[in-house]
């Protein structure tokens, strides 16, 4: 079992930055990438940044390229994704997986976060 926690949503204007981070706890070292989607109200699940905890490049959707940056800090069991120049179309809850693959398709993460939520007003 893998539990994860994100955390540093709230509200922010459009141009600014956030930091969300993720900790991750139990049997953390099962799952090698570590990954973030959100999802907008009415909308579907959205791939937006994946990580190796063993290392190798990050992975972005291109709507995020650019502005947003996934790190991880292995010590500390925790991955960050810091999102710069935001934009009102960033508005969503952002959530946190685990699983063994780097894709881009939520079913192949198998651990989840509770999720945080981002609203950036225009």
């Known amino acids: 079992q893998v539990q994860l926690v994100e955390s540093g949503g709230g509200l922010v204007q459009a141009g600014g930055s956030l930091r969300l981070s993720c900790a991750a706890s139990?049997?953390?070292?099962?799952?090698?990438?570590m990954a973030w989607f959100r999802q907008a109200p009415g909308k579907e699940r959205d791939f937006v940044a994946a990580?190796?905890?063993?290392?190798?490049?990050?992975d972005y959707a291109d709507s995020v390229k650019d502005r947003f940056t996934i790190s991880r800090d292995n010590a500390k069991n925790t991955v960050y994704l810091q999102m710069n120049s935001l934009k009102p179309e960033d508005t969503a809850v952002y959530y946190c997986?685990?699983?063994?693959?780097?894709?881009?398709?939520?079913?192949?993460?198998?651990?989840w976060g509770q999720g945080t939520q981002v609203t950036v007003s225009s």
């Open positions: 990580i190796r905890w063993s290392g190798g490049s990050p």
């Open positions: 997986a685990a699983g063994y693959s780097m894709v881009k398709r939520g079913s192949w993460y198998d651990y």
């Open positions: 139990g049997r953390t070292f099962s799952r090698d990438v």
